[in-house]
């Protein structure tokens, strides 16, 4: 980001970035600062009328696409036709296409052709979440940015308006630094959910008459990968606290939790229950059902616990 602004300073701007991650809001939000950037003369990090614009999507000289669900030949003849007209307010135009990886080949080959030619002042802002579906025609026309993880700092800049710490540190440690992520711990209620259902077996579960109380009805498909793919997490971090690599663990907010409860299993249990969570996640894709499936696994859990202990 800071190399678009020094070669927007040198008047070096290429007339193509490929913005890439796996996250799609994240490039969403890569592509608004960049385009501030470009356009605003205070460097994009004020609330000018022009970042607004921007941030709104009402600035004339920001073209944004695809225009429907995935960006088509209809569109390519769109930008064909916006790259010929003039910038209004500014010194640039700016064409965005977000998730370039949706889009078929005919539609980047028809890109291809206003890319090979950019027109003066137009500057190209496209992202995508998967490199290996943008042709290397397209590619190569473009100045290819990686786009890291956020650090802590970052994220809760972005969610400065989010109030609850607590969910807050959890988002953290699970989110991988990606605002998309991070957005769907915050906001989306069934992450909680599992996130509870799986703490409560990892750290109380003890025999099997308690297994009833975590049984969960008519399983989706969502909460039994969310619940196991956690409760593996969370047995991995009780691992890394008995091997006092507690610097490590993903779950922070627990760690005195997992302290307190790893002389419960030995290594070895801790190494075989995260196999058998292996295991069961090969097998959930056959027509299993998936609330029996969970219960088996729960029963194997205690097994394994008290048999290697
Ligand atoms: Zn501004």
Redesign the pocket.
Same mark, same amino acid.
């Given at each position: 980001m800071q190399d678009i602004l020094r070669q927007k300073a040198q008047r070096k701007l290429v007339g193509g970035y490929l913005f890439y991650c796996p996250d799609t809001l994240t490039l969403d939000e890569i592509l608004l600062v960049c385009a501030?950037q470009i356009? %605003? &003369?205070?460097?994009? &990090? &004020?609330?000018?009328?022009? %970042?607004?614009k921007i941030q709104c999507g009402s600035h004339p000289d920001v073209c944004v696409y695809p225009k429907g669900d995935a960006f088509s030949t209809d569109d390519s003849q769109g930008v064909i036709l916006d790259a010929k007209k003039k910038e209004i307010m500014g010194e640039y135009k700016i064409i965005m296409i977000k998730n370039l990886e949706n889009s078929s080949e005919q539609s980047q080959n028809k890109l291809l052709k206003v890319l090979e030619s950019p027109p003066k002042n137009t500057i190209f802002l496209i992202s995508t979440t998967n490199l290996n579906k943008v042709l290397s025609t397209v590619k190569s026309r473009l100045l290819k940015v990686d786009i890291p993880p956020f650090d802590e700092d970052a994220l809760t800049q972005i969610f400065s308006d989010y109030q609850s710490q607590q969910d807050f540190s959890l988002a953290m440690d699970y989110s991988n630094g990606y605002i998309g992520e991070t957005k769907q711990i915050l906001l989306d209620q069934d992450f909680m959910t599992n996130y509870n259902l799986a703490k409560n077996i990892v750290t109380k579960l003890k025999s099997s008459s308690q297994i009833v109380d975590y049984i969960v009805p008519k399983m989706t498909k969502s909460q039994f990968l969310g619940t196991v793919g956690l409760m593996q997490n969370m047995y991995r971090d009780i691992a890394l606290v008995k091997s006092k690599n507690s610097n490590l663990v993903k779950n922070k907010t627990l760690i005195g939790v997992f302290e307190s409860i790893s002389d419960e299993f030995s290594m070895k249990a801790i190494v075989e229950i995260i196999k058998r969570i292996n295991d069961v996640n090969k097998k959930q894709y056959s027509n299993v059902t998936l609330s029996l499936l969970f219960e088996s696994l729960l029963t194997s859990i205690l097994e394994v616990k008290y048999l290697c202990a």
């Open positions: 501030k356009l %605003c &003369d205070g460097g994009g &990090d &004020d609330n000018c009328p022009t %970042c607004q």
